[in-house]
T-cell receptor, first 115, second 110 residues
Framework: DAGVIQSPRHEVTEMGQEVTLRCKPI?????LFWYRQTMMRGLELLIY????????DSGMPEDRFSAKMPNASFSTLKIQPSEPRDSAVYFC?????????????FGSGTRLTVV | KQEVTQIPAALSVPEGENLVLNCSFT??????LQWFRQDPGKGLTSLLL?????REQTSGRLNASLDKSSGRSTLYIAASQPGDSATYLC?????????FGAGTRLTVKP
């Protein structure tokens, strides 16, 4: 199994530009989670999906952030327009099922720098 | 909302010592608790997963215990090695999400 795959690994963009981060969960996992990690705030849960449906997006910081999961094998996190304070490492994780005692598997993350 | 606290925030020990990392959480209605390791600039690697019905889980030199009713978990590392240097994160999972502590940054000196 290739694990959770995130792309790109690194992204540098200018303030005001649109940024799209991508995630491919482990095949068969039907729960997907987006986290953001910064030195100041640690790991924060942004949003999670179950069976491609967003369940809780209360962690999404602002309307500039949006996430989609058009099918079971792909999800995107979009920031438009991006700001320097969005600079962080964004992780995607997947799990076999919500509401079940399964562990999470994390991707390698996307390091985003907004200048 | 689950609040997770890890103590100590940082720990520096000489090689060979046995050590204990602590994790406490406020919502005891968890399915399981996962311990992760994170190396600088890297992703999260799962170390141990303890189900809510279990008291402890072991993998090599690592042993994790769980006291669900009191909202506590400990990670015990035996005979520490320089390669154990990393940040260790605990994450209790409720039916709705998984929240992380801030982590314990461990340095093992040769």
């Amino acid at each position: 199994d290739a694990g959770v795959i995130q792309s790109p690994r690194h992204e540098v963009t200018e303030m005001g530009q649109e940024v799209t981060l991508r995630c491919k969960p482990i095949s068969g996992h039907n729960s997907l989670f987006w986290y953001r990690q910064t030195m100041m705030r640690g790991l924060e849960l942004l949003i999670y999906f179950n069976n491609n449906v967003p369940i809780d997006d209360s962690g999404m910081p602002e309307d500039r952030f949006s996430a989609k999961m058009p099918n079971a094998s792909f999800s995107t996190l979009k920031i438009q327009p991006s700001e320097p304070r969005d600079s962080a490492v964004y992780f995607c994780a997947s799990s076999l099922a919500m509401g079940q005692p399964y562990g999470y598997t994390f991707g390698s993350g996307t390091r985003l720098t907004v200048v | 909302k689950q609040e997770v606290t890890q103590i100590p925030a940082a720990l520096s020990v000489p090689e060979g010592e046995n050590l204990v990392l602590n994790c406490s959480f406020t919502d005891s209605a968890i399915y399981n608790l996962q311990w992760f390791r994170q190396d600088p600039g890297k992703g999260l690697t799962s170390l141990l997963l303890i189900q809510s019905s279990q008291r402890e889980q072991t993998s090599g030199r690592l042993n994790a215990s769980l006291d669900k009713s009191s909202g506590r978990s400990t990670l015990y590392i035996a005979a520490s090695q320089p390669g154990d240097s990393a940040t260790y994160l605990c994450a209790p999972r409720t039916p709705h999400d998984m929240r992380f502590g801030a982590g314990t940054r461990l340095t093992v000196k040769p």
